[in-house]
């Protein structure tokens, strides 16, 4: 079986982007991360990837969305990419890559899909919504991509238990942690041959 051929994409850390490349570092997954993409010249995720040999590429996005898109295109067709994942990416993603990779393109949103997603639900804003509505569980979920935030299909999840005493900081480090395993198990069954692309 070949190595499986991933693209990251990230606006800030790329938590769960960190955690798949160091699961393939210590031989847990059979892949390889072709590019990372941030809209973010300031990314964290692009510092992290450049020191490590990860190919990195700043698109901005902000009032180019059609450029950007051609350029996202482009970028992923010419490494050859068979996987892309969304790690904290901030932005919508066109319509020629939505087409290109349909069924190849996976987000991680931090709580069990249908609820809490959508425009805005994003980061400790999902925490709060949570909290604020005084869920006894939450957790992550790996979705499908298409044209609308936190919509596609899902294809895996995982649950967080809220303790009494959790304030958003706390829920935020336990379901960062899940989102990141449940990416790196996702990418796993993927490369494993479990899971067939396209989804």
Not at 26 to 48: C, F, G, M, Q
Not at 149 to 174: F, K, L, M, Q
């Amino acid at each position: 079986m070949k190595t499986l051929r991933i693209a990251a994409l990230a606006s800030n850390n790329g938590s769960s982007f960190r955690a798949i490349a160091e699961a393939i570092v210590a031989d847990k997954l059979d892949a390889t991360i072709s590019l990372l993409v941030s809209n973010r010249l300031n990314a964290p995720a692009l510092d992290y990837a450049r020191a490590r040999g990860i190919p990195a590429l700043c698109i901005p996005t902000k009032g180019a969305e059609s450029e950007a898109d051609e350029k996202l295109y482009a970028a992923l067709v010419e490494a050859g990419v068979e996987l892309v994942n969304l790690s904290g990416y901030l932005r919508r993603l066109g319509p020629k890559t939505l087409a290109a990779f349909e069924g190849r393109i996976l987000n991680v949103h931090p709580a069990l899909l249908p609820k809490y997603g959508g425009a805005g639900m994003y980061g400790r804003k999902v925490h709060q919504a949570v909290l604020d509505a005084r869920e006894l569980v939450t957790g992550a979920t790996i979705h499908l991509v298409d044209a609308e935030y936190d919509h596609g299909r899902i294809i895996a999840s995982t649950e967080v238990g809220i303790e009494s005493s959790d304030d958003v900081v706390a829920i935020e480090c336990r379901v960062m942690q899940a989102e990141c395993d449940l990416f790196v198990q996702t990418v796993q069954r993927i490369a494993a041959g479990e899971l067939s692309l396209p989804l």
